[in-house]
């Protein structure tokens, strides 16, 4: 079938938005046509160069739609299925698919790594019969999409297209972190540091835990008013001095620091930031270059843990509900996150205000 995508063809785009041949479904597969996709840094990374993924690649990972035909053998959904797609496609059956860890599913990262749907193949071709690669086995900027079912999670049939989306990375990552990586509890005193859309679902996810003090850390001035809108207890401006600030405002450090961030210049400021006893997390992607120094004593004589955390350590098909449950009870109100909707043709400038920093959470609507 015929489609529209936004092709990145080179390292620093822009994105192009090309006419491309869809195949159907293959075993295991759906067809889905696409309501939303947000906007994200880790696709940002990638048209930066940051990540290094094979091109020509359509991008766009965090998305949600309607199935409208399946694969052989793909009995996971119907036609009219709602579903969410979330960046790792879990096998199901290797190592940590059965430790409930899904996250680190190794077909699943072979395949992203490859730019493959998990069962190996492509499904798109430009023009000229060039395949262009999946990203995150999503490839959602585009009108339809032919994704794994195990990419997919079904969601109520009244859940608007552009806030699911955002349950398929910024909540999965951002919730996650705090309800399972940080393992947050009534009464603890968090930091979060970017206040992106991640970092904005770990607010909300740390609020909802029962967290007694939140406080909010960005550069950015309306990021940090919008944090206190949704519940941060404090909000303080990124920099050199936020350390010394949210130990002061915390008594002595937070409990659990989470940082959003990618940058490893602030991942050492958020291990800083984090009390003794404490746990500092982080779920952003710096570049692979990148390293940090940290104080090695302070681990034993401090019993601080330093934690990785992918996907939010979330299992999609449990937590999607979830998340899900605590947004329609008002507890998780993810809604609040979107800064904006753009039409396919206006990706390349939704990107540039993403980089700027002067946007949370935009969706493409094609």
Not at 183 to 197: I, T, W
Not at 241 to 251: K, N, W, Y
Request: with cysteine.
């Amino acid at each position: 079938m015929r489609t529209r995508g936004a092709v990145l063809t080179e390292v620093g785009g822009p994105l192009e938005v090309v006419d491309l041949e869809l195949d159907p479904p293959g075993p295991g597969e759906v067809l889905v046509k696409v309501g939303a996709t947000g906007l994200c840094h880790s696709d940002l990374s990638v048209i930066d160069g940051s990540r290094v993924r094979p091109l020509p690649m359509v991008l766009g990972h965090e998305a949600a739609g309607e199935v409208v035909e399946t694969g052989p053998g793909a009995a996971e959904f119907a036609v009219g299925d709602r579903v969410v797609l979330s960046f790792v496609p879990a096998c199901g059956s290797c190592r940590w698919c059965v430790a409930g860890r899904q996250a680190l599913c190794e077909p699943g990262a072979a395949a992203n790594r490859a730019g493959t749907l998990l069962g190996g193949d492509r499904r798109l071709r430009l023009p000229d019969g060039t395949r262009p690669h999946h990203h995150l086995g999503v490839s959602g900027f585009a009108e339809y999409a032919v994704v794994s079912e195990k990419s997919a999670t079904r969601v109520p049939d009244d859940l608007p297209f552009e806030v699911a989306a955002l349950f398929g990375c910024a909540v999965l990552t951002g919730a996650g972190a705090a309800f399972y990586s940080a393992r947050v509890a009534p009464g603890d005193r968090v930091a979060v540091f970017g206040l992106g859309g991640v970092g904005l679902a770990a607010l909300l996810a740390a609020r909802a835990a029962g967290a007694a003090q939140v406080v909010a850390v960005d550069v950015v001035e309306h990021k940090r008013e919008l944090a206190l809108k949704l519940g941060a207890t404090d909000a303080v401006a990124g920099g050199p001095d936020a350390v010394a600030a949210v130990r002061e405002l915390t008594g002595g450090g937070a409990d659990q620091v989470i940082d959003t961030t990618g940058v490893a210049a602030v991942l050492e400021q958020a291990y800083q930031a984090t009390g003794a006893g404490g746990t500092t997390v982080t779920v952003g992607l710096p570049h692979p270059d990148r390293t940090v120094t940290l104080p090695a004593l302070s681990l034993v004589a401090e019993e601080r843990t330093l934690k990785g955390s992918y996907l939010g350590s979330c299992v999609p098909r449990r937590d999607v509900p979830r998340f899900v449950g605590l947004h329609r009870a008002g507890r998780l109100p993810v809604h609040e996150l979107l800064s904006g909707r753009l039409s396919l043709e206006e990706v390349n400038t939704g990107f540039s205000r993403l980089a700027a920093g002067e946007a949370v959470r935009q969706v493409v609507v094609p």
